[in-house]
C-alpha cells in the first residue's frame, strides 16, 4: 500500500501546499501548521534534484507526505526524483496511456518495471537495510506514481490512463486545463467543471486516487466531488497574499492600496493557476 493510500485510511481529505523554491522554512511552517503534504515543483521551477532531497527529508521528518512534480517522463528525471525518496511523483503533461507506461516503467524496479539498481540513495536507506530485493519491493509498494491529466487529449484518453498497472492516482490541473478548452485561466468555466467531473468518475471507477489543485474556496466542493488531496497554494502564493495583506493595512499612509496591486483581483490562486498548470 502507498503511504499516500496509508494516510488516506485515517484522514480524508489531505491538504497541501505547493513549494517553488528551495524554502526549508515554509516546509516546517506547513507541518506546524498542520499541513499534510508538500508539492515539489521541478517542472517549471529552479529547484535541484540535491534541493529536492533534501526537501523530501526535512517534510519527511516533520511528518508530511511529498509529491515531486517532474519534468517529463524521461529515464533519467524519473530516476533522479526516485532516488530523492519522495512518497510520490507527478508526472505532468500525460496525455497517452503510452506515456504514462515509459513513466511506470522507469519508476518500478522488476518485476514491475525496470527501475535500475542503485544502492546509495536516500530512497533506499543508503543501502543500510538488510536486502536490496526487500527494499525495492517496500519501494514498489509504497511509493504512488500519478498521472497529471490536463489536456483535452488527456481527458479524452482518461480511462485508458487509468488503466495502466502500476499507477496510483491522477493528478487534475484545471490551469492548462482550461487553456486547452480554450478558455484560458477560466477554471470555473462550464467545459472545465465537466471535463473534471468526468475525470473524477473515471479515476474512482478504476480505483485510482485524485489529487488536485484549487483555489482555497473550491477545495470543499471538490472534496466531495472524491478529490484526496487538494494543493490550495504555494510558498509563493502566501508570500504574495502575505504581502498584500500587510499593504492593505498600511494604505492611509499614502502607499499604494491593495486594490492597485496587480494581480489583485485573485489573490489567493486563480491567477497562479494557469502558470503552475494546477
Known sequence: MSKLAETLRKRRPLIGLGCYTYDPV??????????????????????????????CRIASGLGLLTMIRIPDCRRENVLKAAECGPDMIDLPMANSPEVVEEFVRHSRYPPAGLRGFFGASRAVDYGLGPSFGETQQRINEQMCLIAQIETTAAVSRADEICAVPGLDAVFIGPGDLSTSLGVCGQINHPSVIEAIERVIQIAR????????????????????QGVDLLFVGSNVSCLKNGAIAVLAEISPLGLKSADQVPGDEAPVLEAEVPADRG
Open 26 to 55: 515554509f516546509v516546517d511552517l506547513m507541518a506546524r501548521l498542520g499541513f499534510d503534504a508538500v508539492w515539489i515543483e521541478m517542472e517549471h521551477c529552479h529547484i535541484t534534484y540535491a534541493q529536492a532531497a533534501d526537501l
Open 205 to 224: 471507477r478504476r480505483n485510482k486516487h485524485v489529487a488536485m489543485a484549487t483555489p482555497p474556496k473550491s477545495a470543499t466542493h471538490w472534496s466531495r
